[in-house]
């Protein structure tokens, strides 16, 4: 609360440090920090068991319920090629390392003894994603919440980093734009769309509205639970009863309920967004679902252990690159298709911010455009945890060659 209201205060030296170190990154780190400081460890407290079975689901459902999916239409299709494409990569790159690398003894020893490569899904699933989808690969997959102090570093800072690249490229849009022979006539159509329906739904919530919302929220997820602990009890009997260790090891997930938590919330969220629950936007349940979104981002925090870093800078190497290749490859296909700076900014950063920073790179470029960063954002929610599962079983087939 106490970062969030500084964040508001107009003051140039703030906006330059908010602009490093975004509130969602302090998020992680002043919890974390903390419990380097006092010494304790966090990571067995009852809030994490809170966070997985409500602040998770009620944070997917208030902002995807909420928005107007449909004006993804409006934009046409290279935005989503463009945010499609990093998809791609984030998830292909860590099954061609383990090929590629199979024998080096950064993925025999790192990687594969010392299990690192359970905390590749979870970043998966936050860059194709947000810190939702990273919160169920990190409970789907069961790694250590001690390790994972590195692996958040190559999630935020890298990606942090990667967001003031492409801020500083705002300023240099029309160069941008020139060079990749750009056209900027559906942007401009969107402005006007984006505008009316921000106008239309807008409205000042009353109690009934906040009610509402929050007897959706909780009303899907009460439903997603009840559905989620017979589903995942069906599933792990039929896996039981299957005599193939390696199909046992990949498609162990269905046997957790906690996946069937996620994918039942996202369906259902999805489903109200073509309905009128999707006006709850102009009563500000996306803000709700930020709310939720902090408040997760913290209690993960609380597990980590910072001092981590400084032994595996192996995986920050790993993780330049990989962000290196991700904006290349981005830079080419915007350049193939001649798709605006704002589509390559705003869909890469929907795919390696999420929800919390892809709406301020879009405000950047006008203020109408911020749905636009929500609606990829909330299109990464909707894959990033299926995405994140698929890369993990090829990256264990990868590692049996």
Known sequence: V??????????PWLTIFFNWFPSILLAYLIPAGISVVIQKDFSGADIHNLSKALFIPLAIVAVMSSLSLTQLKSIGWKPI????????????????????????????????TQ???????????????????????????????????????VDIVIANIWMAILLIGIGKKEKIDQWLKADNTAIENLKEKTTAFTKKVDKNPSTTDITNMLAIAFGTVGFSHLSAKYLGRFFTDILNDNSSQTLKNSLSFLGSSFFWLISISTIIAVLLSFTKAKNYEG??????????????????????????????????????????????LLILVAKLIKAPYFFLAVGSQANVGGVASAPIVAQAFHPSLATVGVLLAVFGYAIGTV????CTILMELASQF
């Open 81 to 112: 090629l463009v945010f499609l494409s990093g998809s791609f990569w984030i998830a292909v790159f860590p099954i061609g390392l383990l090929l590629l690398f199979r024998n080096s003894a950064f993925v025999q020893d790192f990687l594969i």
């Open 283 to 328: 009563a500000g349940a996306s803000k709700i679902g930020s709310v939720f979104i902090y408040i997760l981002v913290a209690t993960i925090g609380m597990k980590m252990n910072l001092l981590l870093i400084f032994e595996n800078i192996g995986l920050v190497v790993v993780g330049l690159v990989w962000m290196s290749i991700h904006g290349g």
């Open 2 to 11: 106490f970062i969030r209201f500084i964040e508001q205060k107009e003051h």
């Open 387 to 390: 995405g994140a599962i698929i």
């Open 115 to 153: 299990e690192f490569w359970k905390g590749i899904p979870p970043v998966v699933g936050s860059w194709i994603g947000g810190s939702a989808n990273q919160a169920a690969m990190l409970e789907i997959y069961q790694y250590d919440p001690k390790k994972y102090g590195t692996m958040v570093f």
